[in-house]
């Protein structure tokens, strides 16, 4: 009985051998042709090495995993800002002069501005009061400007003494630039540290196989990058709806380098991104005021005079028809603008610069705004939630500007935006619509614009774009041999 239990064991354990083996021969099957030396001998691998062979393989994805991949990504591309100490809530031991050792290091501590945060407010999280807050405005003198607007994810560091009290201060003023209040000394005093800003110039190139943000990824850009370059080519390509696998771009930007640590995203210097194999372009110039824009090859601003879309939505619900069978009425009824469904709150922007000519209530339309962009042009905002507070009839607004928040006012079954572009007074399709487009550059600037960015920056584009296609094709190649 024992014995039969014993050979059945056996029969199972090399079962699942051979299975093992199974397994793994395809692997086996491709790497029984690899060889340094081509013209030697092939020596056949061992079934008796697959132990070895398997646990060199781990161990060596270990090394790499553990050390040396870390080690060599953050040589790439060092952290962008110091290691957040978050601080907890226990009492500090106090320090008392028998363990007190001469050689201690100021123990700063960082604390980063959560949304919503003041800085009274991270004060008061530190035990410190108002009067601290106090000493550092007036200790910092002109860099005190700094602390009137702070932003979420900034950065101050405190120095706080063994009794909680505030030692000292630090805080950027701007980004070239760090304040460290010290109120320790026998004089409370401000030192102002100049920071090494420099640019350095990237390049990367992306194919999109999911996303834009997982190209943008793949292709070494941080998210931030990715946004600045969706922003660039929003006029022209529709990112929602647009977008196709096997697009691609190539992106010349700037990263900004502090101290030597990299601090930050510079401006997109070049770019081109093909979409559904139309390509377009854009090259940063500084204007004749000094100012600096993107434009076309051809010199058109990438800047167009209207937005295609004002809203951030999920779906378009309903397009324009001149005439629609109104599934409950029975009749031609026509739908004269484009529905984007969209969460209730989602803020709407003005489609282009303009004044706002109504701001009210209009019957089915519900809360309504209706801007005008020039002499023949204005578009037209329903079913908005709420508006925006201050807004009012004959007030400018900036494209891009919020002007109302998505909702479901008047005759609507969900929250969406019912958008109008309307040439004359006539109600035309927003997504075929031929938008107006922008001026050129002038003739002068336009020929510096020609000599000075694009001949050189296409001419790298289009290097790196030859660069990119031949390692495709070595790649292939490889792959066929
Ligand atoms: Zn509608």
Same mark, same amino acid.
């Given at each position: 009985?024992?014995?039969?239990?014993?050979? &059945?064991?056996?029969?199972?354990?090399?079962?699942?051998?051979?299975?093992?083996?199974?397994?793994?021969?395809?692997?086996?099957?491709?790497?029984?042709? @690899?060889?340094?030396?081509?013209?030697?001998?092939? !020596? %056949?691998?061992? @079934?008796?090495?697959?132990?070895?062979?398997?646990?060199?393989?781990?161990?060596?994805?270990?090394?790499?995993?553990?050390?040396?991949?870390?080690?060599? &990504?953050?040589?790439?591309?060092?952290?962008?800002?110091?290691?957040?100490?978050?601080?907890?809530?226990?009492?500090?031991?106090?320090?008392?002069?028998?363990?007190?050792?001469?050689?201690?290091?100021?123990?700063?501590?960082?604390?980063?501005?959560?949304?919503?945060?003041?800085?009274?407010?991270?004060?008061?999280?530190?035990?410190?009061?108002?009067?601290?807050?106090?000493?550092?405005?007036?200790?910092?003198?002109?860099?005190?400007?700094?602390?009137?607007?702070?932003?979420?994810?900034?950065?101050?560091?405190?120095?706080?003494?063994?009794?909680?009290?505030?030692?000292?201060?630090?805080?950027?003023?701007?980004?070239?630039?760090?304040?460290?209040?010290?109120?320790?000394?026998?004089?409370?005093?401000?030192?102002?540290?100049?920071?090494?800003?420099?640019?350095?110039?990237?390049?990367?190139?992306?194919?999109?196989?999911?996303?834009?943000?997982?190209?943008?990824?793949?292709?070494?850009?941080?998210? &931030?990058?990715?946004?600045?370059?969706?922003?660039?080519?929003?006029?022209?390509?529709?990112?929602?709806?647009?977008?196709?696998?096997?697009?691609?771009?190539?992106?010349?930007?700037?990263?900004?380098?502090?101290?030597?640590?990299?601090?930050?995203?510079?401006?997109?210097?070049?770019?081109?991104?093909?979409?559904?194999?139309?390509?377009?372009?854009?090259?940063?110039?500084?204007?004749?005021?000094?100012?600096?824009?993107?434009?076309?090859?051809?010199?058109?601003?990438?800047?167009?005079?209207?937005?295609?879309?004002?809203?951030?939505?999920?779906?378009?619900?309903?397009?324009?028809?001149?005439?629609?069978?109104?599934?409950?009425?029975?009749?031609?009824?026509?739908?004269?603008?484009?529905?984007?469904?969209?969460?209730?709150?989602?803020?709407?922007?003005?489609?282009?610069?303009?004044?706002?000519?109504?701001?009210? @209530? !209009?019957?089915?339309?519900?809360?309504?705004?209706?801007?005008?962009?020039?002499?023949?042009?204005?578009?037209?905002?329903?079913?908005?939630?709420?508006?925006?507070?201050?807004?009012?009839?004959?007030?400018?607004?900036?494209?891009?500007?919020?002007?109302?928040?998505?909702?479901?006012?008047?005759?609507?079954?969900?929250?969406?935006?019912?958008?109008?572009?309307?040439?004359?007074?006539?109600?035309?399709? %927003?997504?075929?619509?031929?938008?107006?487009?922008?001026?050129?550059?002038?003739?002068?600037?336009?020929?510096?614009?020609?000599? !000075?960015?694009?001949?050189?920056?296409? &001419?790298?584009?289009? !290097?790196?774009?030859?660069?990119?296609?031949?390692?495709?094709?070595?790649?292939?190649?490889?792959?066929?041999?």
């Amino acid at each position: 009985m024992a014995e039969e239990k014993q050979g &059945a064991r056996q029969a199972r354990k090399q079962a699942i051998c051979r299975k093992a083996q199974r397994r793994h021969s395809h692997f086996y099957a491709r790497c029984a042709h @690899w060889s340094f030396n081509r013209s030697g001998e092939i !020596e %056949p691998i061992r @079934w008796r090495r697959e132990r070895l062979v398997l646990a060199g393989t781990a161990l060596l994805i270990t090394l790499l995993s553990g050390f040396i991949m870390p080690a060599w &990504a953050s040589a790439m591309r060092p952290a962008p800002t110091p290691e957040v100490h978050s601080l907890l809530p226990l009492a500090l031991p106090k320090i008392t002069p028998a363990n007190f050792t001469a050689a201690t290091v100021d123990d700063w501590q960082v604390v980063r501005v959560q949304p919503g945060q003041t800085l009274s407010d991270i004060f008061t999280a530190r035990g410190l009061g108002m009067t601290d807050l106090q000493k550092v405005m007036d200790t910092a003198g002109s860099a005190k400007t700094a602390l009137h607007n702070i932003r979420p994810g900034q950065e101050f560091d405190f120095l706080l003494g063994s009794d909680g009290s505030l030692k000292g201060f630090r805080f950027d003023q701007d980004q070239a630039s760090r304040a460290t209040i010290r109120l320790d000394g026998t004089r409370p005093s401000v030192a102002i540290q100049q920071r090494d800003l420099d640019l350095r110039e990237q390049v990367a190139h992306g194919v999109i196989r999911s996303s834009l943000y997982a190209a943008g990824d793949q292709a070494g850009m941080d998210a &931030a990058m990715v946004g600045k370059l969706a922003d660039l080519f929003k006029y022209d390509i529709d990112f929602v709806q647009d977008l196709r696998v096997g697009d691609s771009f190539t992106v010349i930007y700037d990263d900004i380098y502090r101290d030597g640590v990299r601090y930050g995203q510079g401006n997109i210097i070049a770019a081109e991104f093909v979409n559904q194999d139309k390509r377009y372009t854009a090259y940063r110039f500084k204007k004749a005021d000094g100012s600096y824009g993107w434009y076309s090859e051809d010199g058109r601003p990438i800047q167009k005079s209207f937005l295609r879309i004002p809203v951030d939505f999920t779906r378009i619900s309903s397009q324009f028809t001149a005439t629609r069978m109104h599934p409950i009425l029975g009749r031609m009824r026509a739908h004269k603008g484009v529905d984007y469904a969209a969460p209730s709150g989602t803020p709407i922007h003005a489609a282009g610069d303009g004044v706002i000519k109504y701001h009210g @209530w !209009e019957r089915g339309y519900g809360n309504f705004v209706v801007i005008q962009h020039n002499n023949s042009i204005s578009t037209a905002y329903g079913h908005m939630s709420r508006f925006v507070k201050g807004q009012r009839v004959g007030e400018r607004v900036r494209q891009g500007e919020v002007i109302g928040y998505v909702g479901m006012t008047g005759l609507a079954t969900g929250p969406h935006l019912h958008y109008e572009f309307r040439v004359n007074g006539v109600q035309r399709n %927003p997504q075929t619509v031929t938008l107006p487009k922008p001026e050129p550059l002038p003739a002068v600037q336009m020929a510096r614009f020609k000599a !000075e960015v694009v001949k050189p920056q296409l &001419a790298r584009l289009t !290097e790196l774009d030859a660069r990119i296609t031949l390692a495709r094709a070595n790649v292939r190649a490889n792959h066929d041999n």
